[in-house]
């Protein structure tokens, strides 16, 4: 299989489209996120969207609660660099006003808009303007009396039955222009009850851990429980439910689809090594400033910091640009070839320098760019390998004395 690209086949859905992205039937996977503004507060609601656009957000949720947040979206929607979806509760006049605002999907919570008329009403209109409906069910607000006869917990089987039923009432009004979510903080809860939907519909599926929580748990969780859908084929749009600023929960979107391989690569995947006894530099704090140089800029390349020149360049040999550590100075390779040498403190300008050549003109380019200095860099590359390698033995992680240590300690000699 080639780096980067997934080969897990997909589960074969409908497809429907928000605003003009399409989701499901093959399209590619969606990365959603959700404002926290106040939607009437349309200028700092509209710099949300554009940021959350630019860290990889294919759609953005808005919620409509009150009067103030329909007038909003009415100006939101035409301005909006990405589709919108008014996300209701409770109120069914709501998703009727934001309909007349114009948003491109709504998304009804089976488990607080309950009375049928006024569920058939909503589907009546927003299957008279050309809407779709997401039918987000929620574990921690399910439908009380499914709440019930499920045993008073939330189970998987009672969050598909409340899609269900909600699929029927739109069916009495000859509305299926659908997707469907069945969140839960729980993630194997999640999981089973997104296998159990997977199953019973063939509508598209929007994926997410609710209410995952502040990072690193709530990455975690979100990371597991989409990732594991979308291995098994399930999925069709994602979001990251993090307590976190909302732009990276789009980034954390953008990058599970990316490392699946389910997405093209973006931005810069910045891979580094965890470090050892080796490390000629602080191998964190290189990284968090490659990554910080880097930020959101669409460069689609792998970059790797490594923290020697021993093992560095062999280990990430695949990354397109890669700086290992050695002897006060950083040994800058392409595809794992030497191309040049920098003092320690260019490392990272020399990473981007590099990686903008790249993405401009190529790897062959690149190497052509370093046809001067390459064998040089190869010859002082390995005098600092040889070096090291006198200096710290092949050992430097002085695996072997502690193991003659425990020796030691376990045999009492
Ligand atoms: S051996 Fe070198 S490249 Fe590997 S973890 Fe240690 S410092 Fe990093």
């Known amino acids: 299989m080639e780096l980067g690209h997934s080969s897990y086949p997909r589960r074969k859905t409908r497809r429907i489209t928000v605003g003009d992205v399409a989701v499901g039937d093959g399209a590619a996977i969606t990365v959603q996120s959700m404002t926290t503004t106040k939607t009437a507060d349309v200028e700092g609601t509209l710099q949300q969207i554009y940021d959350l656009a630019m860290a990889g957000c294919d759609i953005v949720r808005c919620t409509c609660n009150e009067p103030e947040a329909a007038e909003g979206l009415a100006q939101i929607v035409p301005r909006s660099p990405v589709p919108i979806v008014a996300d209701i509760h409770h109120q069914h006049r709501m998703a009727l006003a934001a309909l007349e605002a114009g948003v491109q999907c709504l998304r009804l919570n089976p488990g607080n808009i309950r009375k049928p008329a006024h569920i058939k009403v909503v589907a009546q209109e927003a299957k008279d303007r050309g809407v779709p409906i997401r039918i987000g069910v929620n574990g921690g607000s399910l439908d ?111 990058a599970l689809l990316e490392a699946l391989g389910l997405r ?55 990354a397109d640009i890669g700086i290992a550590a050695g002897r006060n100075r950083g040994h800058l390779f392409v595809k794992g070839q030497n191309v040049a040498v920098v003092p320690e403190d260019k490392m990272v300008d020399a990473l981007v320098e590099w990686a903008e050549v790249i993405h401009e003109h190529g790897v062959e380019a690149a190497l052509e760019r370093a046809k001067a200095t390459r064998d040089a860099a190869r010859s002082a590359a390995e005098r600092d390998r040889q070096s090291l390698l006198a200096a710290q033995g092949s050992d430097a992680n002085q695996a072997e004395v502690r193991i003659d240590r425990i020796r030691h300690t376990t045999r009492g000699t």
């Open 144 to 254: 009380p009396e499914l709440y019930e006869r499920h045993g008073g917990r939330v189970t998987p089987e009672a969050m598909v039955e409340s899609a269900e039923r909600e699929l029927a009432y739109f069916d009495e009004v000859g509305f299926d222009d659908v997707k469907i979510s069945v969140k839960a903080s729980s993630v194997p809860l999640m999981i089973e009850a997104y296998r159990l939907l997977a199953d019973a519909v063939d509508y598209p599926l929007h994926l997410g851990v609710t209410e995952a929580g502040p990072l690193p748990g709530g990455l975690i969780k979100a990371s597991v429980g989409i990732g594991t859908l979308l291995a098994e084929g399930i999925g069709d749009t994602i979001r990251y439910s993090l307590t976190a600023d909302p732009v990276e929960e789009a980034r954390a979107g953008r």
């Open 264 to 318: 093209e690569r973006r931005n810069v995947d910045l891979i580094a090594c965890p470090s050892c006894g080796r490390a000629e530099i602080d191998v964190i704090e290189v990284a968090n400033q490659a990554q910080a140089a880097f930020g959101d800029r669409e460069i689609p390349l792998q970059v790797a910091v490594m923290g020697c020149v021993v093992n560095g360049p062999g280990e990430a040999r695949d």
